[in-house]
């Protein structure tokens, strides 16, 4: 098990250094080659003059070979700014101001901030929705999914399966106005958006506020996890070792839940935690919809400003947390099935 944990780390560490040279190289010499856009004009802000631009220019490091930049990135990213970094960025300033104005994913162009800690302020809101959509989806979705394959055809498959093609046609703002103008407006049950930070004395308001969006979110995952439990569910009870049990006497409880979910249900183990990883780089649509200033829309506002570390640090950070996301997947996975580790 530790030498398959050691490969699946080892093999995340070449993921990420590829996406980190791909992010690079798209936000880097193919972004200034395809659009003529300079990062040093756009950070020294309205009407620079030729000296200014090339003052930045070197501030930035944008002067050096494109080889020693990359190289500077990922020495940024694995072990923070250099000190000669800090002194181009943030001369005469105490560390702790250095930290809020430089980061390792480097530096606002719009906001004159560190990436890491916009992206902080951020991963609040979006971790909170993508935790409650997740629970929301995942309890209604295996239930479902499990009672329409042991009665198929039934009125309740029917009705389930009708619903899930609803679901998964319409997008998902579609969904999010509709319910903040019953929910909202009308009957005035849930708050028009925003976000209130968690409370252990009063966790209440947190989640009032993202019920509403999380079940939105949640609505299109539930019913892509509802065929794949379902379809999972009715392969698994046509295998032999199902009718094995069967002919042994074990009751249909156990045949269901103790043979037949426990293989049916490793697909979504994977899934589930690539979605998971996916939806915590922002779910842009639903937080745009109710106004949640998750990383979804910071990401919208970089690109709209022409933000360069802004995107790319925010691509990259979900980018990484994929990564993470299907490592700790394969993990799982191996724990759950040991014949994933001796493959």
Request: hydrophobic fraction near 50%.
């Amino acid at each position: 098990m530790l030498r398959y944990t050691i490969r699946r780390l080892l093999w995340g560490a070449l993921v990420i250094l590829g996406v980190s040279l791909s992010v690079f190289v798209l936000f880097g010499p193919v972004l200034r080659a395809r659009s003529d856009l300079s990062p040093a004009r756009l950070y020294a802000g309205k009407n620079p003059s030729a000296a200014e631009i090339v003052q930045v220019e070197k501030n930035l490091g944008l002067d050096k070979p494109v080889m020693q930049q990359y190289g500077d990135m990922m020495y940024r990213l694995v072990l923070g700014p250099s000190d000669a970094e800090k002194k181009r960025l943030c001369p005469n300033a105490s560390e702790d101001r250095c930290r809020e104005l430089v980061g390792r994913l480097g530096r606002s162009y719009a906001k004159q901030r560190s990436v890491d800690l916009l992206i902080w302020d951020r991963i609040g809101a979006t971790a909170s929705l993508t935790m409650v959509a997740g629970v929301i989806w995942m309890s209604v979705s295996i239930p479902v999914g499990i009672i329409s394959a042991i009665r198929p055809r039934s009125w309740f498959d029917r009705t389930t399966v009708t619903g899930v093609l609803v679901a998964q046609s319409l997008p998902v703002y579609y969904f999010g106005l509709l319910a903040l103008y019953f929910f909202t407006y009308k009957l005035h049950l849930f708050p028009q958006g925003g976000y209130v930070k968690f409370s252990f004395s009063n966790p209440w308001p947190w989640l009032w506020h993202l019920i509403l969006p999380a079940t939105t979110l949640s609505l299109t995952f539930m019913a892509l996890y509802v065929r794949i439990v379902r379809g999972g569910m009715m392969d698994a009870m046509g295998e032999d070792y199902v009718r094995t049990a069967r002919a042994k006497g074990a009751s249909e409880r156990r045949t269901v839940f103790r043979h037949a979910m426990r293989n049916a249900l490793l697909p979504v183990v994977t899934i589930f935690g690539l979605d998971l990883g996916l939806l915590l780089g922002g779910a842009i649509l639903t937080e745009a919809t109710f106004g949640l200033q998750g990383l979804g829309q910071l990401s919208v506002s970089a690109a709209s400003s022409l933000d360069v570390p802004l995107t790319s640090g925010v691509v990259l950070f979900a980018a990484i947390l994929i990564v993470v996301a299907n490592i700790v997947v394969d993990v799982a996975y191996a724990f759950i099935d040991p014949r994933i580790r001796l493959s």
